[in-house]
């Protein structure tokens, strides 16, 4: 017997709260055993320099950037090839490596993505070889084609950053002082959203990205659902897409507002918000500007487009004050997914930058990367 939507839902969302506790095994947020923000940035630091030490001279001037190098925010989620006008990322793809070199390069997503989070990570990097396959032999498709990028100096106590990236997956995240951690862009993608054939049949990566979605419209009465509806034309990608900045004043228009939801309907769409946040380890969370799992959603707005069933082309969005999540299920009969948690003012860590260097930084001060 096939286990119904809600129950499902019910199912990701305990998953979603218990991923709250670390890799470490030690419960998350504040509790006695948990690693610190700092102590995370100490981990994040050894990775990346692990990483770096395997490599040759000519691998670390492919992977290491100024930390006030344009790329860093040049962030992108489809194949190289359909990127402009180089066709090609910057950094050193996993391809490239050594066996041990993998290893260590795969280890510093590890350091900041939740249990949860890794595995979607690798699950997404995984299906490019079902791709590949199943298109063929084509070329653009390659588990192996992820790339590491690391921008200014790793260091426990310094400002730095690095991405992890690849078709359907960017990670990016900043570390100010060793202190502060900004984690979006974010975005994970799938295709297909359920794989339909083969060994892996039934494979589903971004469940909770989805079904909870689709868990909280169908609770919608009629008014509410005049008002969660965008109109015009269905909205068939996210707006964003990889622009550097996401503009608050582009998604304000429409929607449900929190307020307008009874009680349930509040705590589903805390809980979907949350998967979002949820993809990163709880200490660095605690670390970033929302200091956790969203606990309180005032503020929120919900916005939605297409259908309400699974396998009809779908798109939401979250508005916040401070963030913005997008989801998009349109491609290959609506079967492959886009779901993107940005931040209006803190993309690539702006807003604690901006901070950071009003305090006085400068890059004369010991591991301090330059304005």
Known sequence: MKKSLAAICLAISCLVFAGTRSTWGHPGHGTAG?????????????????????LTEEQRKQVVFEFGDEEREDFHFVPDKFIKPE????????????????????????????????????????????????????????????????????????????????????????????KKFSVTPSFFGTNPAIIQEGPMKGTEVLVGEERMALDLVKTLTAEQMKKVMIPGKNVDEVITSDDRTAKRETFEQHGLVYEDLTAEQQQKLVSLVNVYLGRFQPEILQGTKYKGLLEDGKGLRFAWSGGTELGQQHYYRIVSPEFLIEFANSQNNHNHIHAVLRDFKGDFGRDFLAEHYKEGHTANNAHDPKP
């Open 34 to 54: 948990a690693k610190s923000a700092p102590q995370v940035a100490e981990l994040m630091a050894t990775a990346a320099n692990r990483l770096l030490m395997s």
């Open 87 to 178: 066709a090609a990322r910057k950094g050193l793809t996993i391809e490239q490596m050594q066996p041990n070199q993998k290893n260590l390069a795969k280890a510093l997503p590890a350091t900041a993505l939740s249990n949860r989070g890794f595995l979607e990570a690798m699950s997404i990097m995984s299906l490019e070889q079902f791709l590949f396959e199943l298109e063929k032999g084509n070329e653009i498709r390659n588990p192996q084609r992820y790339y590491v990028s690391i921008f200014g100096t790793p260091s426990a106590t310094g400002t730095w950053g690095w991405r992890f990236e690849g078709h359907h997956l960017s990670v990016n995240v900043t570390i100010i002082e060793g």
